[in-house]
Every structure is written in C-alpha cells, then in structure tokens.
C-alpha cells in the first residue's frame, strides 16, 4: 500500500463537491472567527482605560498580543499537521477546543493581567487555520482549483478584522468590557460544533491509519504506506520529522534570497496594514467627531474592496492558466513569477491609497474621502498578500506548509509591534505625516515586488529548494 488509488472513494480529492465545499466553508468560518477575535477588543478600550486606569497603549495589548499569538501557534501546530500519525483534524479539534473556552476565562476574568494573558493564549490556540487552512483546502481540491479557494479563504481572513469593530464599538458601550469576549464565545462555539462533521483530509493520514487497521485484521506487518516504507529505510524518528519541520523554514530563509524576500515583504506589507487600521479610530473620533459607536463603520469599505481584489485574482487565474489547461497542459502555470502578475497590476494603490487618507483627514474634506483611501489600500494590500503566498506555494510547493507558518509567524511578529507604535507615531507626527510615512515604505514595497518578478527566476535558479 504506497499512495491513494485514483478512484478511492476515501480520497479527499474524490469526496463529492457539496462535501469538499462544506470543508471549505467550515475553514473560512473557523479562520474568519480567529481573525473576528483580533480587533474586537478594540470595543472595549474606553471602560478598559477608565476602569483600570491605564492609557490607550497599554489597553492595545489585548490586539497586539492576540496577533503575537496567532503568529507563533502555526510554527507548533503546522508542523503538527504534516505528520500522517497526527493529521490535520486533531490539532484543528483540540485548539479550537481549547479556543472556545478560553473565551469563557476572558469573559470572566477581573484583572487588566488576566484578561492580556488569557488574550494571547486565544490567538495562539486560534492559528492552525490561519496557516494550515491552505494546506486543508489543498488536500481536498485539484490543483487548478486550489487558487481559487485561496482566494475565498483569504478574503475571510480580511473580513474578520474589518467587521469586528463595527459590532464591538456598539455592543462593549452598551454592555461592559467582558462583552465583547463573550460574543467571541457564541460565534466560536457553532465552529467547534461543525468541527465535529468535519472528517479527515490528510490523505497520508487516511492511509496510515488503513494500513495500521489491516495489520491488526490480517496480522501481516507488510502492509505500510509509502511515508511509513520511506521513514523505515531512512530510519527517521518521529522527533526527528517535528524538529526538521520546524528549523526547515528557519534553514530555508537564512539560505534562499527569494524566500527571505518573501517573508520580509509580506511582514512589511502586513504591518502597514495594521499600522493604517489604527489610524481610523483617531481620524473619526477627533477630526470629524463621530461618536465611539460609529468609528467602525468605516471599516466596512472592506467589503466592496474585496470584491474587486477577488475579482482580479480569480479572473487573472481564470484567463492565464485554467482556460489554457486543456491544450497546454502543466505549461500553462508557467513560472511562478507569474503569479505576481496581479499584485503588479494594483499595488500602486497601495501608497496612493494612504496619501489620500493622510491629506484628506481634515474637517474641510468630506469624511468619505479617507475611506475611499482606505478602499484603494486593502485592494492593493489584498492581491499583494495573496500573490505572495502564491508565489510561494508554486516555487516550493514540498514546503509551503511550513513556509506558510513562517512567513504568518513573521508578519504576526511585526504586526504585533505596529499596533503598539504605531498610535504614537500617529499622535507626535501627525496623521498627514505618520500615514504618509507608511505611504512611502509602500512605494519601496513597489519596487521590490517588480524587482522580484524581474529577477525572481534568477533567484530560483540559485535556490537549493525551488521546484523546477
């Protein structure tokens, strides 16, 4: 027994679509959920800093943690994940478990240090989806399809964020500080319930267990999977297969260019997306004088952003590859550097979108120009991300699973910091000055993104790890 056979009913690629699209949905809810959680404890700020005291940087703990958090889980958890004895459905079951009920120790908890805590260890028993979801999705679409359920996928993560505010800036007002935890509780419960018709997707992990299963029934010891044939003959331990799995992200951005690239840009990108995200509150509030209820609202441009991103990705897919498929067959995906392609086409909106909202934050300029900003930066910031991690997944498609948990680590890690600089910045530059700032480093981000589509096959070449 060495791999899957083709028609197997048990394989994930040959499950029905209602089943591979009720997987899918569950993925982007459960991802949509953690990223929900992140930017909800904004709402409840103002009792935070009345109540204990404290100024508005320290109560900014609770997001930045949280984000800290679900950027160092997937380095555990992803690795986890790749094992065939392990699977995907465990560590998905058990953090999200675990998840849920933590939510019911911060709606509880009494002291300012309590809440941070239990804060952080939300986000990181939260992370699996956020980086092993692609890999989920992965295993049970062809590959053709696989972009677009990415792109599905990602935009669940976007949202989540985004709408957050809007409920929490309304209900934590009314109610108290605790609220907002407690509307985490009832959105993570009903994920965890469908987590429990959610069945296996790991075909490695299938067939490890069906071949474990006929030893016992028959008594013959030949029965093994492929993984198991291999790991005998190299003689790899278990021990061993988690610690190459965790250092071999770290060895392959500390020795390939392109790689490292990568990570650094998507964390610069990310960051300043963050960054931005915490200049509204300041825009709304103090310069047109919104209510507190109210300065999510804003956020919701997020919507229409993405279904322009979306949109691009899916149709640039659509129009370079999969129609090209029947008569090119695997040379129609081409070089990887072609799925930057999108990003090149609108990350200039990036930049542009920021210095709208920093020269038009002003009472004399209508409150929806700073949101028109807002709109142009996600579609730019949106595709950039994606096209990113596309670029990774096709260039080392044996590591993407762990890459995607590095690269999420640091783009997390930097996230985390410019939630808690990034309100100073704002408060002692100004808003023109502390959003153009960001503006520029994106302009720089341009440039690198075009250089690595002109020099990406270069670097590939170099690489030790690239597939050819």
Known sequence: ???????????PQNWSLAK??????????????VYFGSSISVGAVPEIVTKFGVSVEVSSLALSLYVLGYGLGPMIFSPLSEMAIVGRNAPYFITLFIYTMLWIGAATVKNLAGYLVLRFLTGFFGSPALATGGATLSDIYPLIKVP?????????????????????????????????????????????????????TSASTILHYRARRLRRLTGNAKYRTKEEIDRIASQTT?????????MKPTEINALDPAVLFSTVYTSL???????FFESFPIIFERVYHFRFEVTGLPFLAVLPALAVATTLLASYWHLSVERHLPSKGMAAFGAPERRL????????????????????AR??????????????NIIGTFTVIVCMLQYLAFSYPRYAASLFAANDFARSTLAAGAVMFSRPMFVNLGLDWGISLLAFLDIVCCVLLFGLWRFGGYLRGKSRFAET
């Not at 993925?27 to 949509?32: D, L, Q, R, T, V």
């Not at 021990?239 to 965790?246: E, G, H, L, P, T």
């Not at 392609?341 to 038009?360: D, N």
């Open 238 to 246: 278990t021990k061993s297969i988690f610690y190459n799995a965790i």
């Open 269 to 275: 990108i990310y960051a300043i997306f963050y960054s």
């Open 1 to 11: 027994m060495t791999n899957v056979i083709k028609d197997d009913p048990e394989n």
């Open 341 to 360: 392609v999108p990003g090149l086409i609108v990350c200039s909106l990036t930049p542009i979108g920021l210095f709208i909202t920093a020269w038009s």
């Open 20 to 33: 591979k699209n009720f997987v899918a949905f569950v993925i982007c809810f459960y991802s949509f959920v």
């Open 363 to 376: 009472p004399s300029v209508h409150w929806m120009v700073p949101i028109l900003g807002l709109f142009l």
């Open 148 to 200: 677009y359920a990415i792109i599905v996928w990602g935009a669940a993560t976007v949202v989540g964020p985004a709408l957050a505010p809007v409920v929490a800036n309304f209900s934590a007002p009314a109610m108290n500080w605790h609220w907002v935890s407690w509307e985490m509780l009832w959105v993570s419960a009903p994920v965890l319930i469908l987590w429990l018709f959610v069945p296996e």
